[in-house]
T-cell receptor, first 116, second 116 residues
């Protein structure tokens, strides 16, 4: 089975540029999560979707961040304009929908983002 | 709001020895799930073990086992016969049971070093 697929694996860009991170969840998983990991703040949930609908975006740091899930097999996290403090590893994870059994979240390999 | 606390930022163990990583959590709910994830230097997030709160029996997965103390809200991870490949960051996580959300709440992690 293919796991959660994220692209790109690494991204280096200059501040002010638009950055788009991509995620393909595991087939059949209806919930999708975007996390950010930094040394200072650890793992932070940015936003999550159930059935392509954003449920909780309270973790999105500011208006420069936006996430979409146009269909069940694809999601994007966009930062525009990017700033050096956005440098982090961004993870996407997917799981079975709430109310089902205790299937855990499965994580992608993450995107290491560096904003110069 | 639920919280997860890992009070040991770093731990060290000799190869072949046993180590226990601590995790406590705070919740007013009676049904929930608990997880331990491992993040090696490759940065993948790998599920190690999971526990349903309604089960009294402690979960085990090969060399990994938990000590789940529901009344004390404690969920420690024991690694037996430690191997060099066990060196990683370990995260404890909580997820409520049912409802409209399957959001994970993570602790800050414990960095485990394994000495040869």
């Amino acid at each position: 089975d293919a796991g959660v697929i994220q692209s790109p694996r690494h991204e280096v860009t200059e501040m002010g540029q638009e950055v788009t991170l991509r995620c393909k969840p595991i087939s059949g998983h209806n919930s999708l999560f975007w996390y950010r990991q930094t040394m200072m703040r650890g793992l932070e949930l940015l936003i999550y979707f159930n059935n392509n609908v954003p449920i909780d975006d309270s973790g999105m740091p500011e208006d420069r961040f936006s996430a979409k899930m146009p269909n069940a097999s694809f999601s994007t996290l966009k930062i525009q304009p990017s700033e050096p403090r956005d440098s982090a590893v961004y993870f996407c994870a997917s799981s079975s929908p709430p109310g089902t059994d205790n299937q855990p979240q499965h994580f992608g390999d993450g995107t290491r983002l560096s904003i110069l | 709001a639920q919280t997860v606390t890992q009070s040991q930022p770093e731990m060290s163990v000799q190869e072949a020895e046993t180590v226990t990583l601590s995790c406590t959590y705070d919740t007013s709910e009676s049904d929930y799930y608990l997880f331990w994830y491992k993040q090696p230097p490759s940065r993948q997030m790998i599920l190690v073990i999971r526990q349903e709160a309604y089960k009294q029996q402690n979960a085990t997965e090969n060399r990994f086992s938990v000590n789940f103390q529901k009344a004390a809200k404690s969920f420690s991870l024991k690694i037996s016969d430690s191997q060099l490949g066990d060196a990683a960051m370990y995260f404890c996580a909580y997820r409520r049971y049912g409802g409209a959300t399957n959001k994970l709440i993570f602790g800050t992690g414990t960095l485990l070093a394994v000495q040869p």
